[in-house]
C-alpha cells in the first residue's frame, strides 16, 4: 500500500471536503460549480466505503474526471483510475489531477497526495533493445541513410536515451512520431522481457521505474486494457488497490474482448521458427524442432485455403489437425531452448526473446485447438496482402469474468456519458457482470447505505450497485432537434440511393456546410462526399482517408463551410465545439454486420439461452454508437444544431423507442421543412 494509506477499513471523508476540494480544483481550472458534478463527487465518495458498485452517468459538460477524482484523492487506500483513450488518459495526468493536487494541498496539511501513470510494458522503450539490439529475420539494424527505417529506428533510440538523461517516462505517447513497427524496434512485450534482476539495465527500465513510482502512489492512472490484463487474466501489472474508477465504462466490454483476444498467422510463425533456428541449433535437437514448427506453419496455411474465411461453430478436421501440429511442435521447440544464463551467466536476450514468441504461439494455438463453448473462432482475411490470413479467437462473453475476478474483489465505480440504453442502466449493468435491477437514482438525498444493509442485499447472490444519473448543463430540448428522415426508403445493402444522397445535399446546403457526416461504411462516407462535391462545389468537402484524422479536424474546424464526412473513428474520436458543427449526420442505424463473427455468436447465443439476442446484443450495440455519435453535436451550452438520422427504421420499427430512448433529450421532428428552416436561421 502507499505510504499514506493503512490497512484499516476505509473512513468516508467529510461531505464539506468533497465540496472543499472540489470547488478549489474547478476554481483552479476556470471553472464554475455544477450542480451534476457535487452530486457524483459524493456518491462516489460514498460508493468507495459502502463498497456498493456505482454506476454514473454524468453528460456531456458535467466534469465527471473531477466527480471522481476529487474522492479518489481523499479516499485512505489507493485507487486505480482506467480509461479507455489515450486522449483522456493525457487529460487527466497533465490537466485535472495537477489542478486538483494544487487544490487539496492545502486543505490535507500540505501532504499532497501522490499519482502515477501505468502502461502495459510494451508501452516502453526497451533500453536493452535500444543498446544491444537483437537482429531480426532482416539483420541488425545500423547506420543507413535518412528517410529509411532504419534512421528512423535510430532517432528513436537517440529519444530514448535522452529520456534517460532527462527522468522522462521513455513511453510510446512522448516519442517521436513513428509507427507500429518502428516501435516494435525498441520495445518487448512481457514474454521477450529479460526481467529487471536478469537485465543489465533493470534499475533504469522505464517499465520498472513507472511499476515502482505507480507503488508508491495513492491514484494510478491505467487504460482499460491493462486493467483486464490484471484482474481478470490474474498476470500481475498494478500494486494492490481498494477501488477502481472505470471512465469510458460504455468501452470496458469491447476493450475487454479485445485485451483476450488472440490471433495466430503463418508468417508469425515462420519468423518465430527461423529466429528460434539459430538457439536450438547447438542442442541434442540439432535445430530439427524449429523446422518442424516452421512444417506445421505450411499444414495451417494449407487449412486456412480449405476452409475460407469466416465463424467456425464446429471446428473443421483438417484445422483441427494443423493447430495441433503447431501446438505440439511449439511444445517441443520451446523445451529445445537451452537454460536461459549462458556459460558466462549472462542472459541471452535474443534467446529470451525468440523463446518468448514461441510460448506465444503455443498459448494461442492450444486455445484455438481446445475450442471451448466459451470462446469464439473464426479466420480473418485482413492483412492478404502482407502474407495471408489471421486466425482469431475471443471470448463469447466477457460479463462473467468481470464478475468473478473483479466485481467480487473491488469497489468499482462505472462513468460515461452513455450508461443508460433504452432509457435504464439495466443493458449495460448485465453487460459487466451485474444483475438488472429497478433501481434508478436520480438524485442521492436519500440515507447513505450502511455496510449491514449492503451485506443483506448480497443474500440473493446479486452485487449491491446503484445506477444514478447526474444528468448534463446542456437543455438539449432547446438546443437540438433530432430529425428523423421517415419519407426516406429503408436503407438497402447497396449503400446510399439517390434519394439519400438528395437528402444529404438538401441538408447541408442549408447548414451551408459546418456538418459531421456519420456513415456506416467507408464506402458511404466516399459515396457522399464525391456526390456533393459535385453538387456543391462552394463548400469544402472532407472524408476521412484523405489525412490524418488530426489534420482533418483542424481542417474542419478552420474553414466554417466544410463538412466531414467518415466512419467510426468520428463517431466517438472527435470534439468540436461551437458553430464549426451545426448539423450531425447519420446514415443508417450502426447495427452490426450481418457476417461480424463476434457479434452473430453472441446474439446466437442469447437466443439460445432464452432471451432476445436482437435486442440484447444488436439493438445494444447500435443504441450506444448512436448515442456516442449524436453526442457529437452539442459540446457547450451555447451550442446548436441538428442531428439527422436518414434510417426511418428509427421512428418505424419496434425497436426504435429502445434506440430513441438512450439519445440525449433533444427536440424530436419528421418534418424536413422545419429542419430546414432551422439550420437556415442557423447558418445565418
Not at 354 to 361: C, F, K, L, N, T
Not at 392 to 413: E, H, N, S
Amino acid at each position: 500500500m502507499p505510504e499514506d494509506a493503512d490497512s484499516t477499513s476505509p473512513s468516508p471523508p467529510p461531505p464539506s471536503a468533497v465540496r472543499e476540494v472540489l470547488a478549489g480544483a474547478v476554481e483552479a481550472l476556470g471553472g464554475q460549480e455544477r450542480p451534476g458534478q457535487i452530486q457524483m463527487a459524493e456518491a462516489v465518495a460514498r460508493a468507495m466505503v459502502t463498497g456498493e458498485h456505482l454506476l454514473v452517468q454524468a453528460g456531456t459538460g458535467t466534469g465527471k474526471s473531477l466527480g471522481y477524482l476529487v474522492p479518489s484523492l481523499l479516499h485512505d487506500r489507493r485507487v486505480v483510475v482506467a480509461t479507455a483513450t489515450l486522449a483522456l488518459q493525457h487529460q487527466l495526468v497533465e490537466r485535472d489531477i495537477p489542478a486538483l493536487m494544487k487544490a487539496a494541498t492545502p486543505l490535507l496539511d500540505g501532504r499532497a497526495p501522490s499519482y502515477a501513470v501505468l502502461k502495459g510494458r510494451s508501452n516502453y522503450a526497451c533500453l536493452h533493445r535500444v543498446r544491444e539490439g537483437v537482429p531480426d529475420d532482416q539483420g541488425t539494424l545500423v547506420d543507413v541513410p535518412e528517410g529509411t527505417m532504419g534512421a528512423d529506428v535510430l532517432k528513436l533510440r537517440a529519444w530514448a536515451e535522452e529520456q534517460v538523461d532527462q527522468g522522462g517516462p521513455g513511453d510510446r505517447d512522448s516519442a517521436p512520431k513513428h509507427t507500429d513497427r518502428l516501435w516494435r524496434q525498441v520495445s518487448v512485450n512481457h514474454r521477450e522481457c529479460l526481467g529487471a534482476t536478469r537485465c543489465p539495465f533493470g534499475e533504469e527500465c522505464f517499465a520498472e521505474v513507472a511499476k515502482e513510482r505507480a507503488a508508491r502512489s495513492r491514484v494510478i492512472v491505467t487504460n482499460h486494457s491493462l486493467l483486464a490484463i490484471d484482474a481478470i487474466e490474474g498476470v500481475p501489472m498494478i500494486p494492490e488497490y481498494d477501488v477502481v474508477v472505470i471512465d469510458e465504462a460504455h468501452e470496458l466490454t469491447a476493450r475487454v474482448t479485445q485485451a483476450a483476444t488472440d490471433e495466430l498467422s503463418v508468417p508469425e510463425i515462420e519468423r518465430a521458427a527461423r529466429r528460434s533456428q539459430k538457439h536450438v541449433s547447438g542442442s541434442s535437437g540439432g535445430g530439427s524442432e524449429a523446422d518442424d514448427l516452421a512444417d506445421a506453419a505450411q499444414a495451417l496455411r494449407t487449412a486456412f485455403e480449405d476452409c475460407g474465411p469466416g465463424r467456425f461453430d464446429t471446428l473443421p478436421t483438417e484445422l483441427a489437425d494443423a493447430l495441433a501440429l503447431v501446438r505440439d511442435a511449439a511444445r517441443a521447440l520451446i523445451s529445445a531452448f537451452p537454460k536461459e544464463a549462458g556459460a558466462d551467466g549472462e542472459s541471452d536476450a535474443g534467446r529470451t526473446q525468440a523463446r518468448g514468441w514461441v510460448q506465444e504461439i503455443f498459448a494461442t494455438a492450444e486455445r484455438m485447438a481446445a475450442h471451448h463453448d466459451s470462446d469464439v473462432l473464426w479466420l480473418s482475411e485482413r492483412d492478404r496482402g502482407r502474407g495471408g490470413d489471421y486466425l482469431c479467437v475471443a471470448p463469447l462473453q466477457v460479463w462473467g469474468q468481470l464478475r468473478d475476478k473483479l466485481l467480487t474483489d473491488k469497489t468499482v465505480i462505472f462513468t460515461s456519458a452513455t450508461l443508460m440504453l433504452g432509457g435504464d442502466f439495466n443493458t449495460v449493468a448485465t453487460s459487466i457482470g451485474l444483475k438488472p435491477s429497478e433501481r434508478v437514482d436520480h438524485s442521492i438525498d436519500e440515507p447513505a447505505l450502511t455496510e449491514a444493509a449492503v451485506g443483506e442485499r448480497e443474500d440473493d447472490g446479486r452485487l449491491p450497485w446503484r445506477g444514478i444519473d447526474v444528468g448534463s448543463p446542456f437543455d438539449y430540448a432547446k438546443q437540438g432537434i433530432l430529425y428523423v428522415a421517415r419519407h426516406l426508403p429503408p436503407p438497402g445493402r447497396d449503400g446510399l440511393g439517390t434519394a439519400q444522397i438528395d437528402e444529404i445535399a438538401a441538408l447541408v446546403d442549408a447548414a451551408d456546410g459546418r456538418t459531421l457526416g456519420l456513415f456506416s461504411s467507408r464506402r458511404g462516407a466516399d459515396a457522399a462526399a464525391e456526390a456533393l462535391r459535385e453538387r456543391l462545389p462552394h463548400l469544402t468537402i472532407l472524408a476521412q482517408g484523405e489525412a490524418q484524422l488530426p489534420e482533418l479536424a483542424r481542417l474542419f474546424v478552420e474553414d466554417p463551410h466544410a463538412c466531414l464526412f467518415g466512419t467510426l473513428s468520428l463517431w466517438q474520436g472527435l470534439d468540436v465545439p461551437g458553430d464549426t458543427c451545426q448539423l450531425v449526420l447519420i446514415d443508417r442505424i450502426p447495427f452490426p454486420r450481418p457476417d461480424d463473427p463476434l457479434m452473430s455468436a453472441r446474439q446466437k447465443a442469447a437466443d439460445r439461452a432464452g432471451g432476445n439476442g436482437f435486442m440484447q446484443v444488436a439493438a445494444t450495440h447500435a443504441a450506444l454508437l448512436l448515442a456516442q455519435g449524436a453526442g457529437r453535436l452539442i459540446r457547450t451550452t451555447t451550442d446548436r444544431g441538428v442531428v439527422a438520422v436518414l434510417d426511418p427504421r428509427l421512428v418505424t420499427a419496434r425497436y426504435g423507442s429502445f434506440l430513441r430512448a438512450s439519445l440525449p433529450p433533444m427536440w424530436p421532428t419528421t418534418e424536413r421543412a422545419v429542419v430546414v428552416d432551422a439550420l437556415k436561421r442557423l447558418s445565418a
